[in-house]
C-alpha cells in the first residue's frame, strides 16, 4: 500500500487533508541573516495559525545542514495536529559556508545520508556549520549518526525520519556540489520511490535538471520545482508539465518582485492549458521577519487566508481543492524501488 512518509510515522495519502507544499519551520542560513528559524516555541505557535488557516498537513522544506530540528518538527506536529513531512537532501550551493561539513561529502556519501535519513531517521542535531574550525580544532566532518549525535527519535521513541529528498540549483548553474546532489538525490530516490523537490532560481534550468534527473532514473512526475512561478511564463509551464512534472507555486506576499495578480494569472493559464493536476501550493514564508509569531507579518496563515481566497475567485473551488489535497497527496506517495535506466 502506498504511503506518505511523515515525521510521526507513515500515513495513508488519502488521510493527509490539506496540504501546503512548501513551507519551513526550522532553518538556519548565512543567506539568510537576521532571518532564523530556531525557536521552537514561536515556530509552534506560527505552525498552529497555518493549521487554524485551513492546512492539515505540510512540507518542511529545509534540507540537511541549515539548522533541521527533527525532534521540534515532531512535538510541533503533535501538538499542532499538523501532518509534517521532513526533508533531506541539499540546498543550493550558496547556503552553505565555505567550512560547511556537508561540503566535503562525494555524491555517493551523500545519496548512503539522505537514505539513511528517508529510511531510519535524521540526525537529533544538524550540523550547520563546522564547528571544530571555528573553534581551532580540527575539521568536523562528524558522520550521520554518532554516539554524540544519535538518531531523532518522538515521544513514543520511533524515529523521526525524512519523507522527500531535495536538491537546489542557482541561476542557471548547477554547480558541481549541486551535480553531486542531484546525483545523490536521484539515487535515494531510485532506492525508495520517495518524492524528490528541486529548488530553482527563477525557474531557471528547470529543464536542465529535470533531464539530469532522469538520466540517473528520476522519472519527472516525481519531481516538483519549487518556485516555479517566480517565472510567471504560462508556455514554459505547460511544457514542463507536458513532460510530467509538477510545478511549485509559492510565491504569494511578495509584491516588491511580482504582485499575486502575477501568480493568479500563471495559474489561470496554466489551469486553462489543462495542467491543473499538477500544481502544488505552498507559502515559503522562510523568514523570522515574516512569521507573525516571530514579530514579524503577513505569517504562514497568509496563504491560506489572504491568496486562496482570491484564487478560488479565479479559478473555482474545485480546482482549488485538487491543488490542496489529490496533488500532494499524489506527489508525497512513495512510489517504490525502481532501477535506473
Ligand atoms: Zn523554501
Not at 519551513?24 to 521552537?40: A, C, I, K, T
Not at 496554466?270 to 493536476?277: F, K, L, P, R
Not at 496563504?303 to 489529490?326: F, H, K, N, S, W
Request: net charge negative.
Amino acid at each position: 500500500m502506498s504511503f506518505v512518509r511523515t515525521v510521526r510515522g507513515d500515513l495513508d495519502p488519502a488521510l493527509l487533508g490539506r496540504v501546503n507544499y512548501h513551507e519551513h519551520l526550522f532553518q538556519v542560513s548565512p543567506l539568510l541573516p537576521g532571518d532564523e528559524l530556531d525557536d521552537e516555541a514561536a515556530s509552534g505557535a506560527e505552525a498552529a495559525l497555518l493549521v487554524a488557516s485551513g492546512f492539515d498537513a505540510m512540507i518542511d522544506a529545509t534540507p540537511s545542514g541549515l539548522g533541521r530540528n527533527p525532534e521540534a518538527l515532531a512535538r510541533i506536529s503533535l501538538a499542532a495536529g499538523l501532518a509534517i513531512v521532513a526533508t533531506t537532501g541539499a540546498h543550493r550551493e550558496a547556503h552553505y559556508p565555505t567550512d560547511h561539513p556537508i561540503r566535503g561529502l562525494s555524491a555517493s556519501e551523500r545519496a548512503e545520508r539522505y537514505l539513511d535519513e528517508l529510511l531510519h531517521g535524521m540526525p537529533r542535531r544538524d550540523v550547520v556549520r563546522n564547528e571544530g574550525a571555528e573553534n581551532g580544532g580540527p575539521r568536523n566532518d562528524s558522520p550521520l549518526i554518532d554516539d554524540e549525535n544519535p538518531r531523532a527519535s518522538d515521544d513514543t521513541g520511533a524515529p523521526v525520519r525524512a519523507g522527500l529528498i531535495k536538491a537546489g540549483i542557482g541561476y542557471w548553474s548547477i554547480t558541481p556540489f549541486e551535480r553531486a546532489t542531484l546525483e545523490a538525490v536521484a539515487a535515494a530516490h531510485v532506492e525508495t520511490g520517495a518524492p524528490v523537490m528541486v529548488h530553482l532560481e527563477f525557474c531557471t534550468a528547470a529543464h536542465e535538471a529535470l533531464d539530469l534527473l532522469a538520466i540517473d532514473g528520476v522519472p519527472a512526475d516525481r519531481v516538483v520545482l519549487a518556485h516555479a512561478d517566480r517565472d510567471p511564463n504560462p508556455a514554459l509551464h505547460l511544457e514542463l508539465a507536458a513532460r510530467g512534472a509538477w510545478l511549485g507555486y509559492d510565491g504569494m506576499a511578495r509584491p516588491r518582485t511580482r504582485s499575486d495578480a502575477e501568480l493568479l494569472d500563471l495559474t489561470s493559464a496554466v489551469v486553462e492549458g489543462g495542467a491543473s493536476a499538477q500544481i502544488l501550493l505552498g507559502g515559503d514564508v522562510a523568514r523570522r521577519t515574516r512569521y507573525l509569531a516571530y514579530g514579524g507579518m503577513p505569517g504562514l496563515a497568509y496563504l491560506g487566508e489572504r491568496y486562496l481566497p482570491q484564487l478560488r475567485a479565479r479559478i473555482g473551488t474545485d480546482a482549488v481543492e485538487q491543488m490542496l489535497t489529490a496533488n500532494p497527496q499524489r506527489f508525497l506517495a512513495w512510489s517504490g524501488p525502481s532501477r535506473a535506466p
